[in-house]
């Protein structure tokens, strides 16, 4: 393959060679450049309150405990017996001071010591000094305001660091409850057989947004005469490491805080107060961004954040150049009351989610560009340059300098990795 | 008519012809299947009695939702949709409580084979209705679908209606 990317300024013409989407070799550098080394997003400690919570976690091609030790501390466990290597958990979730290995009764405290073994007798005194008989853990394990990721890189750069400019926008997500956010139940766990980085790329995409999902706009301006908005204006950002995001005005009700007609009159006043409420916080041009803005956010490389209609936290991981396994959480405020999260709700599904009226068709548009990469010997390179005239301080939420931002940082990891394989040659 | 001597195969017969009409994409037909307080739900899976306010479902469609669904999936631009696939559904151990009851609960087992671009995706589960009698004919007030799966994987959207 020769490159990844043509970025030339000059032509105003930015292009991706479409060999990344179905090569094998590409996944392979990928999972040990990228997935290897990035910090990755496991999951939100509100998942695992209590002590003893634990979940089961699939992230970066590993099996992982996520749980929430007796200790206090959180941990990521590598879900392998280290005597044989079984899964040692097999339930998805629950509670528990101790996992128990089935194959040979081995048990491990929730922090992944190992307190018990039977036959004793046929290993040594001191079997277990140095430690190497417990479960390991991932050595990094970060977390920023409630978002926690791992990295199994041990010389990885800080998460903060990692996360740099997109903390800003990250911060605006979050800032929007003054108890902070959960993460609701029911996990949506689906799959697209197309390659990952399409979902990376479709998740600050605004230019797809009334072609590909006009039937939900179509109901929402049914639901809303007025609704003039659905212009979707905003920026499009490059925040650094391959981090991107759009930001731009809501043509929907966003439950904080921003009412719209199929919501009652009294949702109307809590709405306003909450706005009120948010501007004693912040200041009005704060919570004007927070309640009226819609961010979509994607840190590189997997994680996605939306918010929306409602807020949603998206991560995949590629099991085939084709086709990724796709986790998708809902985050809420918390505290909220049983009448704004219903809402909450319905505007989540009305729009995202497997069962939503728009992600499914997100869906079939990945996977129509996945079938027809079939074509990639004969036409090969993407083109998005959307924008590109305007100039990178200048770009619209439905320009394609977030994309590009993503691939520049991709290139530059995975160049790299092809040029240093012909080096060695 | 009136449908005071209900029978078995009555309840059996509609849940029959409610799978055909999807099957035949006769989606406004099936909407009005449904009472005026109509409910179809999807819950997580692995969380069939799931709180609404506390987990996320796949479906919580009252009963101008569920007619904007059958409206969207009939358009050209619910692209997941278009063309429409091709679904087989299959109902299975059906279970009628009692007849005479104002609200007669059915039990049964689905599977719902779904058909496009050479994939066939298979969803199976169970299926809870509520079924009330209203102007001399049967009609769903409840749909409750308890997807019997571990994921969402390889299906990836639940684009039609199970």
């Known amino acids: ?425 | 008519m009136t449908i005071k001597t209900l029978e078995r195969q009555d309840i059996v017969d509609f849940l029959y012809t409610e799978a055909k009409i999807l099957d035949e994409w006769r989606l406004m037909d099936w909407a009005a299947l449904f009472t005026d307080d109509g409910t179809y739900i999807v819950p997580p899976i692995g969380e069939p009695e799931a709180i609404p306010t506390k987990s996320l479902f796949y479906i919580h469609d009252n009963r101008s939702r569920l007619q904007e669904r059958a409206e969207r999936l009939l358009k050209k631009e619910a692209h997941v949709e278009y063309p429409h696939s091709t679904t087989t559904r299959n109902y299975h151990n059906i279970l009628v409580g009692d007849i005479e009851s104002d609200v007669i609960s059915v039990d049964c087992n689905f599977t719902t084979h779904r058909t496009k671009r050479e994939v066939v995706d298979t969803f199976i589960g169970k299926i809870k209705y509520e079924l009330v009698r209203e102007n001399d004919r049967l009609a769903i007030q409840r749909k409750k679908v308890v997807l019997n799966l571990d994921s969402l994987r390889p299906h990836g959207k639940i684009s039609l209606i199970l």
């Open chain 1, 1 to 425: 393959m020769e490159r990844i990317i043509q970025d030339n300024l000059e032509k105003s013409e930015f292009l991706v060679n479409r060999r990344v989407f179905t090569d094998k070799e590409i996944l392979a550098r990928e999972r040990a450049e990228i997935f290897n080394k990035c910090w990755l997003f496991i999951g939100h400690e509100t998942e695992i309150p209590e002590a003893g919570d634990y979940k089961r976690k699939k992230v970066g091609g590993r099996n992982l405990l996520f749980v929430h030790s007796q200790d206090g501390e959180i941990r990521a466990l590598f879900n392998t017996c280290p005597h044989r290597g079984a899964l040692v958990c097999r339930e998805d979730s629950g509670n528990s001071r101790v996992f128990r290995c089935f194959y040979h009764a081995w048990s491990f405290k929730n922090d992944g010591e190992l307190v018990g073994m039977p036959g004793k007798d046929g290993f040594p005194e001191g079997f277990n000094d140095e430690g190497t008989k417990n479960m390991k853990a991932v050595n990094r394990l970060e977390s920023y305001r409630g978002f926690m990721f791992v990295n199994f890189d041990d010389n990885a750069i800080s998460l903060d660091e990692y996360l740099g400019n997109a903390k800003e926008y990250i911060d605006l997500v979050v800032d929007q409850s003054e108890y902070g956010m959960e993460a609701l139940g029911g996990v949506q766990q689906y799959s697209v057989r197309a390659n990952w980085k399409l979902l990376a790329e479709n998740s600050v995409d605004l230019y797809h947004g009334m072609p590909t999902h006009k039937t939900y706009f179509d109901i929402k301006q049914a639901q809303d005469p007025n609704l003039k908005r659905v212009k979707l204006e905003g920026k499009g950002i490059n925040l650094g490491n391959g981090h991107s995001v759009i930001e731009y005005v809501a043509p929907w009700g966003r439950p904080v805080a921003q009412w719209t007609p199929i919501w009652d009159e009294e949702f109307k006043n809590d709405m306003e107060k909450m706005k009120t409420r948010l501007a004693e916080r912040f200041g009005e041009d704060r919570a004007d961004r927070i309640a009226n803005y819609n961010r979509n956010i994607v840190i590189f490389p997997n994680l996605v954040i939306n918010d929306i209609m409602a807020v949603t936290a998206r991560t995949f991981y590629p099991s085939s150049p084709g086709y990724m396994e796709v986790q998708g959480y809902s985050l809420a405020p918390k505290g909220e009351s049983d009448k704004h999260r219903l809402a909450r709700n319905n505007n989540f599904l009305e729009f995202l989610g497997p069962g939503g009226f728009a992600t499914p068709d997100d869906n079939e548009a990945l996977e129509l560009c996945q079938e027809a990469y079939n074509n990639n010997s004969e036409v090969e390179w993407n083109d998005i340059s959307k924008g590109m005239v305007r100039g990178e301080g200048n770009a619209l939420a439905t320009d394609e300098l977030q994309m590009r931002s993503f691939w520049r940082h991709y290139n530059s990891i995975i160049q790299e990795s092809l040029n240093k394989e012909v080096a060695h040659r």
